[in-house]
Nanobody, 120 residues
């Protein structure tokens, strides 16, 4: 079974940057589309963006477009989320997952997430 572990979160001031890493165990090559998601306090989890297997196509939510960049290294079974110009509204727990798991509402597929706090 494929599992996901997120890392790299922390406390950062508005305007700062962070790079999150998603480490995937299992058959990474079977995942056509990887997504990054976040859940702010008191809100539902939302998609931040997603990327396809060959790293040629990435899509972002409107609130992060131009500030966040997703990339993946298939040789390292890893997906990255580079975040710049962070805003307090970016605060939340960030998760990665196989896009198909999310579509199929597989609640047992989520990893522990990593906390990102944007505050002065």
């Amino acid at each position: 079974q494929v599992r996901f572990v997120e890392s790299g979160g922390g406390l950062v001031q508005p305007g700062g940057s962070l790079r999150l890493t998603c480490t995937v165990s299992g058959d990474f090559s079977s995942i056509a589309i990887m997504g990054w998601y976040r859940q702010a306090p008191g809100k539902q989890r939302e998609q931040v963006g997603r990327i396809n297997y060959d790293d040629t196509s990435a899509h972002y939510s409107g609130s992060v477009k131009g500030r966040f960049t997703i990339s993946r290294d298939n040789a390292k079974n890893s997906v990255y989320l580079q975040m710049k110009n962070l805003e307090p509204e970016d605060t939340g727990v960030y998760y990665c997952n196989d896009y198909i798991n999310v579509i199929n509402r597989r609640e047992d597929s989520w990893g522990p997430g990593t906390q990102v706090t944007v505050s002065s």
